[in-house]
């Protein structure tokens, strides 16, 4: 990617970000930070040995979650409703799970997520803590989920010294760089929680505050089009973008489509009219 290709994408990626940080009360240098961290500004990120992907680099389930739960309220009450739970894991119906993970890889859609997963995990940590979390918590929140982040932040609260791998053996085999230094010393769970705090840049302020969140348009938030990177995720050429608008418009008008429940057939054709709807 050129220099002036990267600088557009990244000028986008942080135009997405801001408005998700207004939409869901989140700070926006911590949602700046995190998707930093997490991909390098790169809304199409993919992690070598696990199913994260996108800004955030959301695993499937997690994916799944958050926009059965947060979904309908920006625009995407389709792909909420395409998803349900069975035996204790989301699924997604067949004729959408393309679309629906492919909202993952577009900047405006993973950071409303990031968003509402932030400000869930910033209410649940409150209540768990008895105080409001700082950006490293929820940090920790996405790292280890909400009940891991709980178990990890009272544990560095009461014995700082003691090593992290001791108290997360199956997390730190799987991430060794964040639990053990590059000469393989165990690092303490207070050692591991100053590392996350270096990555997330935080500088104590808090990144949400439980109960004060913005409330939420119910529409997608409008970004900077990508279709070439929709029709790669999507698969197979689409058509341009005004003759896009001009399909859906014709077809709305005929009552063909819902937007927001579209069919099968349709849901790819509605994706991509909210994904390359112009910057309000």
């Given at each position: 990617m050129s220099s002036a290709s990267?600088?557009?994408?990244?000028?986008?990626?942080?135009?997405?970000?801001?408005?998700?940080?207004?939409?869901?009360?989140?700070?926006?240098?911590?949602?700046?930070?995190?998707?930093?961290?997490?991909?390098?500004?790169?809304?199409?990120?993919?992690?070598?040995?696990?199913?994260?992907?996108?800004?955030?680099?959301?695993?499937?389930?997690?994916?799944?979650?958050v926009v059965k739960q947060?979904?309908?309220?920006h625009g995407l009450g389709w792909a909420a409703d395409a998803i349900e739970q069975r035996g204790g894991r989301w699924t997604v119906d067949p004729a959408y799970r393309e679309a629906v993970f492919a909202l993952r890889e577009q900047a405006g859609p993973a950071a409303l997520m990031a968003g509402e997963f932030a400000s869930d995990n910033a209410e649940g940590l409150s209540r768990a803590l008895g105080r409001q979390p700082s950006s490293t918590d929820l940090y920790f929140a996405h790292f280890l989920g909400l009940e891991g982040a709980t178990r990890f932040l009272k544990a560095a609260d009461a014995s700082p010294d003691s090593p992290a791998a001791a108290a997360f053996p199956k997390e730190a085999r799987a991430n060794r760089t964040i639990f053990y230094t590059r000469t393989g010393d165990a690092?303490?769970?207070?050692?591991?929680?100053?590392?996350?705090?270096?990555?997330?840049?935080?500088?104590?302020?808090?990144?949400?505050?439980?109960?004060?969140?913005?409330?939420?348009?119910?529409?997608?938030?409008?970004?900077?089009?990508?279709?070439?990177h929709i029709e790669e995720a999507l698969g197979g050429p689409t058509e341009g973008e005004a003759d896009i608008g001009g399909m859906l418009a014709a077809m709305r008008e005929m009552g063909r489509i819902d937007l927001l429940r579209p069919d099968p057939q349709h849901a790819k054709l509605a994706y991509l009219m909210l994904a390359s709807a112009p910057l309000a």
């Open positions: 990267l600088q557009n994408r990244d000028e986008n990626v942080r135009t997405a970000i801001g408005r998700a940080a207004a939409r869901t009360g989140v700070d926006f240098t911590y949602l700046l930070n995190q998707a930093k961290s997490e991909s390098g500004l790169d809304p199409r990120a993919r992690a070598s040995g696990s199913s994260a992907t996108g800004l955030y680099q959301f695993i499937d389930q997690s994916w799944l979650g947060h979904g309908a309220k690092r303490s769970l207070a050692q591991v929680y100053a590392l996350m705090a270096r990555k997330i840049g935080d500088d104590g302020a808090p990144a949400a505050e439980p109960g004060t969140l913005s409330p939420t348009p119910p529409e997608m938030p409008a970004g900077e089009p990508r279709l070439a």
